[in-house]
């Protein structure tokens, strides 16, 4: 069943019902998303924001969770190059592979098929900031060794009916404990 948050004198003399901390737990209190249309580049090896791939959100209650979903178009330099992104709040990157030798770690990764199209590198992860300051979640991605790694774009880019771009989205949702 969906709920409805009331706003403004238009209820009565209903007070303080329908605020947020009254919300029962699993509501959406609020949405945020940020969209980049344009295209970047990188040949960094460590992680680099992408630009305009940032939202702000201030948590309602210490308790609440954010649920953070990205879908990012990436792709590596052809011949096998890998391309990877990850979700950070703040400086801290989140809902990433544990720890194992030299590996990169990141929450999605791909590799470039030999004719360069892009990949969809989707993340979803529920994050508990215990926080009512206003919290930053981006993204960020990284290129293979010495090679290039493409947002919104294939690697060749051509001009021409054969290729396109896309978009890339950042959300955030605050959901009530």
């Known amino acids: 069943m969906a709920l409805t948050k009331v706003i403004g004198a238009g209820i009565g003399t209903v007070t303080n019902q329908f605020a947020d901390g009254n919300m029962a737990a699993g509501s959406v ?8 249309t344009d295209t ?7 992680f680099a924001d992408v630009t305009g791939l940032s939202v702000s959100i201030t948590p309602s209650s210490a308790s609440s969770k954010i649920l953070v ?6 792709v590596g ?8 992104t990850r979700i950070v709040r703040g400086s801290t990157a989140i809902g990433v592979a544990d720890a194992a030798g030299n590996r990169i770690r990141a929450a999605a990764m791909g590799y ?5 199209d892009t990949r969809q590198h989707a993340t979803m992860f529920l994050d508990s900031p215990s926080t009512t300051s206003a919290t930053t979640y981006k993204v960020q991605f990284s290129a293979n060794g010495t090679n290039t790694a493409y947002i919104n774009r294939t690697q060749a880019d051509s001009d021409s009916t054969a290729y396109a771009r896309g978009i890339s989205i950042i959300t955030v949702m605050e959901i009530g404990a």
């Open 29 to 36: 209190l609020q949405v945020k998303q940020a969209v980049k």
């Open 40 to 46: 970047q580049t990188t040949t960094a090896s460590d």
């Open 69 to 74: 979903f990205s879908n990012v178009l990436c």
């Open 77 to 84: 330099t052809v011949s096998a190059a890998g391309a990877w």
């Open 112 to 116: 470039a098929p030999d004719n360069g």
